[in-house]
């Protein structure tokens, strides 16, 4: 348990799900970091909407309740960590995934394109 969330409430999960290769739906990941990190955003704001449908129906996410339920972590440096969300609200999110855009691309690209 990490002293920095909120008591009562556990922390995320922190999913690290980047460098996945060889399945066909990651080729929407290619292009520059822009045109992948919408992708990105867009396939996991699609997730996020049925975790959020899905804890609503169970009990565990209040009705009106705004928030995102999974955080796509960048590694700005005004970003989230593990000891801190910066979305963090009162029922998530419940899902860090880090790096997530950087799909079907061979760690040798990924090198290149951070120097």
């Not at 002293?3 to 080729?27: I, M, S, T």
């Not at 992948?36 to 996020?48: D, H, N, P, S, T």
């Not at 969300?85 to 860090?96: A, I, L, R, T, Y």
């Not at 799909?103 to 690209?109: I, K, N, R």
Request: glycine residues 10%; proline residues 10%; charged residues 25%.
């Amino acid at each position: 348990r990490r002293p920095e969330y909120p008591p009562g409430r556990a922390p995320p999960l922190w999913l690290r799900v980047e460098h996945q290769r060889g399945h066909p739906g990651w080729a929407a990941f290619r292009g520059s970091d822009s045109q992948r990190m919408q992708e990105a955003a867009r396939l996991l704001g699609e997730a996020a909407d049925r975790i959020a449908n899905f804890r609503r129906r169970s009990g565990w996410l209040p009705a009106g309740q705004r928030g995102p339920m999974i955080c796509m972590v960048s590694g700005k440096e005004d970003e989230c960590k593990p000891h801190h969300c910066c979305q963090s609200h009162g029922c998530g999110p419940v899902v860090h995934v880090p790096y997530f855009w950087r799909q079907a691309q061979s760690l040798g690209s990924v090198a290149a394109e951070s120097t």
